[in-house]
């Protein structure tokens, strides 16, 4: 499904709502509610255009004004707060959102590593969900309900100093001012739109790498009915251990000026 400026329908009001939630909107709840109850929330109108663009420049997504799959999805990991729901590890559809990179933030700050804070409920998180419950005398279970949110407001409330994960970041972000040489970066070519001009580039930047000394990864080749879904490329790269990501994708766009 995807929505764009001029658009109407239950999508775009959810869309609307949405946005609204998260203050993106003038008069958020004022004006959400007015235009919900004479039913012009389903029109994609210049308001939301600018509202979904702003949104899109916070998430590092393409800033075009078009709700895709990608936007969407980034909207929907927004609406959760910690505490709004129960999270847990969960291998084969691993639990994403805003609460989920709260936690990691959480874990972090209070030592311990639950990796970057990325949104993703992997088995890093898992693992030091685990521990804090250990230290904090909670069922060590792996699952981050009403006894774990109690603990963490209880420390959070007394306890503050180095962000630790940025500390590891830092260190490692260092390290890569040496160069390429001896590092792992995961090439991640695009599977739907361009997709044997992605896996082209893909290659030919892969021997070019290659040749400097770097060790190359690919979320896949030559077979994209086999692509790694977003969670799984993420959770593929920290499992490398990769220092760099790099994602090849082709897209289209109505306009005649686009180039590039």
Not at 55 to 62: A, D, K, W
Not at 77 to 86: M, N
């Amino acid at each position: 499904m995807v929505i764009r400026h001029g658009d109407t329908g239950a999508a775009v009001a959810e869309v609307r709502a949405r946005l609204a939630h998260l203050g993106l909107l003038p008069d958020a709840v004022t004006k959400t509610a007015e235009l919900l109850s004479t039913g012009a929330a389903d029109n994609f109108d210049e308001v939301l255009d600018r509202a979904v663009r702003t949104f899109q420049q916070e998430r590092g997504l393409t800033v075009d004004g078009i709700v895709g799959p990608q936007t969407f999805h980034q909207l929907d990991e927004a609406r959760w707060q910690l505490g709004d729901r129960v999270l847990r590890y969960a291998p084969r559809h691993l639990v994403t959102g805003d609460d989920v990179a709260e936690l990691q933030r959480r874990l972090n700050e209070l030592g311990f590593d639950s990796g970057r804070a990325d949104g993703y409920f992997g088995k890093n998180t898992d693992t030091a969900l685990r521990e804090f419950q250990r230290g904090v005398g909670v069922a060590a279970d792996g699952i981050c309900g009403p006894d774990s949110f109690k603990a963490f407001d209880r420390l959070m409330r007394t306890i503050s100093g180095g962000n630790a994960a940025r500390l590891r970041d830092h260190v490692s972000l260092t390290s890569l001012q040496t160069g390429i040489a001896d590092k792992v970066v995961l090439l991640d070519p695009g599977s739907d739109l361009g997709a044997e001009l992605c896996e082209a580039v893909a290659v030919r930047v892969e021997g070019r790498l290659a040749a400097l000394g770097t060790q190359v990864l690919l979320t896949h080749i030559a077979q994209p009915s086999s692509a790694l879904g977003e969670a799984e490329r993420a959770d593929f790269a920290n499992r490398t251990g990769a220092d760099l990501v790099v994602s090849i994708h082709a897209t289209q766009l109505a306009s005649k000026r686009a180039c590039g």
